[in-house]
């Protein structure tokens, strides 16, 4: 436990002082708990017969850590927990316990207990006493506590906490959201199960997020807001005009006297400071003065420059010492919008710059809330190296936790934040899955007055991040007026004020839809041609395609005797027949057959994984290049449905559950480079896409193409400038390609030089034989790959990829970490590469990072098309 301690110009300091009670919790069946809340609190009851609880977690959590139910991830085993439609409430009702010790404070210090999530409602008591006089419902509430008086004057403290479940829980039909009643909750809705997931049977029911314990003075800082103003427009290099900081924060007054003091904070040497006066049991708003921050270190997205990240401590001074402070990080940076006439759709702006939105839709780290900062950094790690720029978090789900975005305030990517309605519980649509009619699903949820509370305290628990870019009311459908208009018009503007909020997630106001239907999709394989040729949503909010992950991901949730190959039904939908743990975990049964058939019936299992992850990148890679290629006069932004997945779902995922990419991810980062050579399929024009705001000169564009054996054909290598933020045509190598390539198809490498002739982008296609098959695969022979490896640091490898002269392209190689003792990958590894082809004659160097551990001995993998497996030792 922390200890209380610190100065300040000789004086003791009652700074907060905050520690998590996360560990220690034991819970029980309520329902086998015959005492109230008041008894199981006091320190003299015995938890005999409680069992270990996670928290935070879920009910289910806690179960499947306790072995009493099986892992619902893997193969049908969700099918074997009791769901709480069929069992009742009472089933997933629990209470929670937990000693710790603190102090009964003294000389006016107080203590506060802070729960920042509970699902659905509970009652709180401490020692005796119940906590919260008034109800705690709903699962976005952050609750803070004075327990200052409830504290033990031995130090030893009982919390004990019932928890019960959402009500009404929601009949999981197979609808999207079971039969949509889930949604009258303030709470999730994909936990009635959707086309991406299976139903989360209590609901998850817990103490879901942290809680805390908190010590001030007498003076409490709450929930301070920090905005920053960038005049102008800006570049990432040189330096800065001033930018504007603007703090503010609510401070109270825990006692029966009037406060005086200061509230101050000291930036880049600068001490910002407005003396308060509180009267007694007080709580008020204080504005300090505005600072011209002088040469400001700006915060920018992924791909356009650096993430900065300033430091800084709001404090409390009462008598010359300190009575509570608050630890900020923020970045400094504007967020703007504008209409685009073109295209008709917003375009955001940051720093007064464009940015053309890649973004990926996000639903939920952790299906059963199991959230840690180590995930959160890993995944949004993942999302800056596919170069994307945004992640947009589904209205299905949550408000995503701090972690989330300081790892998005780490890695640059901006974030799209969704309220909680959903177009398919909530009414948009005819659903005949859905319990009750669309006018009554319109008015969900049931307490209007719940969500909008909800929705002010996830405004400021979040809102001094930098990466939060936008607002949004809900996915595909509005809130309904008594909670839109206070919150667009009074909630947000008191208490944000400064960014963009939509009112739906494809809204008229977002991205005008001109064709017709629901204003966002398709969501399933899609010829690579379609991408380029075929205008769809000019700033759309959903689109994409498939995600099955290779071998060694399907092994880690399907049983053996389930890995089958999925069969063809010609003429039939749908169009495939695939195993029921294939189709339990959401295996679209569309699709994959039309377009491994090219490459040629798969062998087995092994070789249909192979031949999906050749379809993965070809459709990432294809959807990103074909969107940037008319960026600025169809689209401002394009945002793919889905690039994670919280459950071990086969669609839609650049990664799977464990953290193991596969090659959509890495299809979709060589789309996706800021600076992109990159050809159409459909005419064979390359083109040129400069993403930044630098001008480029003296850029050499390098064709080549390569046929089966290996022989080279150098087709044009030519000098080009490239202006920010826009798109050039240079050729067409449609007839190179086609003369080249009738026979057995071919492979193209383009590649940017500077003029260092270092290589600024390398993309490499392959294209198939006249009849639209990949014939010349088939008949390629092995590549006699030299691998070298060597560590560059803890966790740190270097990859040498050597293919020789008078060899064929060494083609899609999957290279791998393993540890040595069990043959299975280390994760989550960091390639600044991956699925990558080498042309005779020269190398590839690819560089990794991995969790090293004293433990594990490291394995480098390197397996190819045509490149046996090679196992390397990391020494």
């Given at each position: 436990m922390p200890v209380l301690t610190g100065l300040m110009v000789g004086t003791l300091v009652?700074?907060?002082?905050?520690?998590?009670?996360?560990?220690?919790?034991?819970?029980?069946?309520?329902?086998?708990?015959?005492?109230?809340?008041?008894?199981?609190?006091?320190?003299?009851?015995?938890?005999?017969?409680?069992?270990?609880?996670?928290?935070?977690?879920?009910?289910?959590?806690?179960m499947l850590e306790n072995k009493e139910v099986p892992d619902p991830f893997w193969g049908m085993n969700n099918e074997r927990i009791p769901d709480i439609y069929h069992t009742g409430r009472d089933y997933y009702t629990y209470w929670f316990a937990k000693d710790f010790k603190e102090g009964y404070p003294g000389g006016g210090r107080q203590v506060w207990l802070t729960f920042r999530g509970i699902n659905y409602s509970c009652e709180i008591f401490l020692n005796g006493k119940k906590v919260n006089a008034e109800p705690f419902k709903g699962m976005f509430l952050r609750k803070s506590f004075n327990i200052t008086r409830l504290l033990s004057k031995t130090g030893n403290n009982r919390l004990a906490v019932i928890v019960y479940p959402p009500d009404p829980?929601?009949?999981?039909?197979?609808?999207?959201?079971?039969?949509?009643?889930?949604?009258?909750?303030?709470?999730?809705?994909?936990?009635?199960?959707?086309?991406?997931?299976?139903?989360?049977?209590?609901?998850?029911?817990?103490?879901?997020?942290?809680?805390?314990?908190?010590?001030?003075g007498t003076v409490n800082i709450k929930d301070p807001h920090l905005v920053t103003r960038v005049p102008g427009k800006r570049l990432p290099e040189g330096t800065q005009s001033p930018a504007i900081i603007r703090m503010s924060a609510e401070v109270e007054n825990t006692s029966d006297r009037v406060v005086e003091g200061v509230l101050q904070y000291v930036l880049e040497g600068n001490k910002i400071s407005k003396k308060v006066s509180i009267a007694a049991r007080r709580t008020v708003q204080v504005d300090l003065p505005g600072l011209n921050l002088k040469s400001p270190r700006l915060w920018w997205p992924a791909g356009y420059g650096p993430q900065n990240l300033y430091s800084t401590e709001l404090q409390f001074i009462e008598n010359g010492s300190v009575s509570d402070k608050e630890a900020l990080s923020f970045g400094v940076r504007e967020i703007q919008t504008d209409w685009n006439p073109l295209t008709r759709s917003k375009q955001i702006l940051v720093n007064g710059q464009k940015i053309f939105i890649k973004g990926g839709n996000w639903i939920i780290s952790d299906a059963m809330l199991r959230f840690s900062k180590e995930r959160y950094d890993a995944e949004i790690r993942y999302h800056r190296d596919m170069n994307l720029n945004l992640i947009r978090i589904w209205g299905g789900a949550l408000v995503e936790r701090p972690e989330f975005y300081e790892a998005c305030d780490r890695y640059g990517l901006l974030v799209l934040q969704d309220f909680w309605m959903s177009g398919d519980c909530n009414g948009r649509w005819l659903d005949p899955m859905k319990?009750?009619?669309?006018?009554?699903?319109?008015?969900?949820?049931?307490?209007?007055?719940?969500?909008?509370?909800?929705?002010?305290?996830?405004?400021?628990?979040?809102?001094?991040?930098?990466?939060?870019?936008?607002?949004?009311?809900?996915?595909?459908?509005?809130?309904?007026?008594?909670?839109?208009?206070?919150?667009?018009?009074?909630?947000?503007?008191?208490?944000?004020?400064?960014?963009?909020?939509?009112?739906?997630?494809?809204?008229?106001?977002?991205?005008?839809?001109?064709?017709?239907?629901?204003?966002?999709?398709?969501?399933?394989?899609?010829?690579?041609?379609?991408?380029?040729?075929k205008r769809t949503w000019p700033f759309n909010s959903e689109v994409g395609?498939?995600?099955?992950?290779?071998?060694?991901?399907?092994?880690?949730?399907?049983?053996?005797?389930?890995?089958?190959?999925?069969?063809?039904?010609?003429?039939?939908?749908?169009?495939?027949?695939?195993?029921?743990?294939?189709?339990?975990?959401?295996?679209?049964?569309?699709?994959?057959?039309?377009?491994?058939e090219p490459y040629g019936k798969p062998?087995?299992?092994?070789?249909?994984?192979?031949?999906?992850?050749?379809?993965?990148?070809?459709?990432?890679?294809?959807?990103?290049?074909?969107?940037?290629?008319?960026?600025?006069?169809?689209?401002?932004?394009?945002?793919?449905?889905?690039?994670?997945?919280?459950?071990?779902?086969?669609?839609?995922?650049?990664?799977?559950?464990?953290?193991?990419?596969?090659?959509?991810?890495?299809?979709?980062?060589?789309?996706?480079?800021?600076?992109?050579?990159?050809?159409?399929?459909?005419?064979?024009?390359?083109?040129?896409?400069?993403?930044?705001?630098?001008?480029?000169?003296?850029?050499?564009?390098?064709?080549?193409?390569?046929?089966?054996?290996?022989?080279?054909?150098?087709?044009?290598?030519?000098?080009?400038?490239?202006?920010?933020?826009?798109?050039?045509?240079?050729?067409?190598?449609?007839?190179?390609?086609?003369?080249?390539?009738?026979?057995?198809?071919?492979?193209?490498?383009?590649?940017?030089?500077?003029?260092?002739?270092?290589?600024?982008?390398?993309?490499?296609y392959w294209f198939p034989d006249q009849n639209g098959k990949y014939s010349g695969l088939?008949?390629?022979?092995?590549?006699?790959?030299?691998?070298?490896?060597?560590?560059?640091?803890?966790?740190?490898?270097?990859?040498?990829?050597?293919?020789?002269?008078?060899?064929?392209?060494?083609?899609?190689?999957?290279?791998?970490?393993?540890?040595?003792?069990?043959?299975?990958?280390?994760?989550?590894?960091?390639?600044?590469?991956?699925?990558?082809?080498?042309?005779?004659?020269?190398?590839?160097?690819?560089?990794?990072?991995?969790?090293?551990?004293?433990?594990?001995?490291?394995?480098?993998?390197?397996?190819?098309?045509?490149?046996?497996?090679?196992?390397?030792?990391?020494?």
């Open positions: 009652y700074g907060q002082d905050r520690y998590e009670l996360n560990s220690g919790w034991k819970m029980r069946l309520a329902g086998e708990v015959k005492e109230r809340g008041t008894a199981i609190s006091a320190d003299t009851y015995q938890l005999t017969g409680w069992k270990p609880a996670v928290v935070p977690g879920t009910v289910l959590g806690s829980v929601g009949n999981p039909n197979g609808g999207q959201g079971g039969d949509g009643i889930i949604a009258r909750n303030v709470s999730h809705q994909y936990v009635a199960g959707w086309d991406w997931i299976r139903p989360i049977r209590d609901r998850n029911t817990g103490i879901w997020d942290k809680v805390y314990i908190e010590r001030t319990k009750e009619d669309q006018w009554t699903r319109r008015k969900y949820p049931d307490d209007h007055g719940l969500f909008l509370e909800s929705a002010a305290e996830m405004i400021k628990m979040v809102r001094n991040h930098p990466s939060l870019a936008m607002w949004c009311g809900g996915n595909e459908i509005m809130p309904p007026d008594d909670i839109l208009v206070p919150l667009r018009d009074s909630i947000l503007p008191k208490l944000d004020g400064t960014r963009w909020f939509i009112d739906y997630s494809n809204s008229d106001e977002m991205s005008y839809n001109f064709i017709g239907g629901n204003g966002d999709g398709p969501y399933t394989i899609q010829p690579v041609s379609s991408f380029w040729e395609s498939v995600g099955v992950g290779d071998y060694e991901s399907l092994e880690r949730f399907i049983p053996k005797e389930n890995m089958k190959v999925p069969v063809p039904r010609p003429g039939q939908q749908p169009s495939e027949e695939a195993d029921s743990v294939w189709t339990y975990h959401t295996y679209t049964g569309v699709g994959y057959e039309q377009s491994i062998d087995d299992i092994h070789d249909f994984a192979m031949k999906a992850q050749l379809v993965n990148y070809d459709q990432y890679r294809g959807l990103i290049e074909g969107f940037s290629s008319h960026m600025w006069d169809w689209y401002t932004g394009v945002i793919i449905w889905k690039t994670q997945n919280p459950w071990t779902a086969m669609r839609g995922q650049m990664y799977d559950y464990y953290l193991d990419p596969n090659a959509c991810l890495y299809g979709l980062r060589a789309g996706s480079r800021p600076l992109n050579l990159m050809c159409n399929p459909v005419d064979g024009t390359v083109m040129l896409v400069n993403n930044g705001f630098k001008q480029h000169r003296d850029l050499m564009v390098v064709i080549k193409s390569f046929d089966m054996a290996g022989k080279e054909k150098l087709i044009t290598q030519v000098f080009a400038y490239m202006e920010p933020s826009s798109v050039k045509k240079i050729l067409s190598v449609k007839k190179e390609l086609d003369e080249m390539g009738k026979d057995d198809g071919a492979f193209l490498l383009l590649q940017v030089l500077d003029k260092d002739q270092k290589v600024l982008c390398d993309n490499f088939g008949k390629m022979k092995q590549a006699a790959v030299v691998t070298e490896v060597k560590t560059t640091g803890r966790g740190k490898i270097e990859v040498k990829l050597r293919n020789p002269s008078h060899s064929p392209v060494a083609f899609f190689n999957r290279i791998s970490v393993l540890d040595q003792s069990t043959g299975k990958r280390i994760l989550p590894s960091f390639f600044d590469d991956n699925y990558v082809s080498v042309v005779p004659g020269s190398e590839k160097t690819i560089r990794i990072d991995y969790p090293a551990s004293s433990t594990i001995v490291p394995v480098v993998s390197v397996k190819g098309w045509n490149v046996a497996e090679q196992k390397i030792p990391v020494k």
